[in-house]
């Protein structure tokens, strides 16, 4: 037996939309959430990684490029993980 996150009612198993209040059941979006946070968390390692090396490495691009990105990835990581918050307390 599964619950509505949002109403609390109880819910058979195929069900994936709550009868009480039509919230979503299951964790099919804040997978997606999960995965795409996943995805920029690694990007966000690799930028960085790329800003810590890049006034030894030539071949990267310059640091302040480095910074740029990794700071734009900083703050895409923190909204994905706010937005995949916000979907599992629905
Ligand atoms: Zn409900």
New binding site residues.
Partial sequence: MER?L????LLTKEETV?V????KVGVADAGMGDFVSMIVSILFYLSAAAMVSSPFVSKLPSFSVCFIVTCALLFVMRTAKDSATKVRRR
């Fill in positions: 509505c949002d109403c609390n009612s709550c009480e209040c039509g919230t």
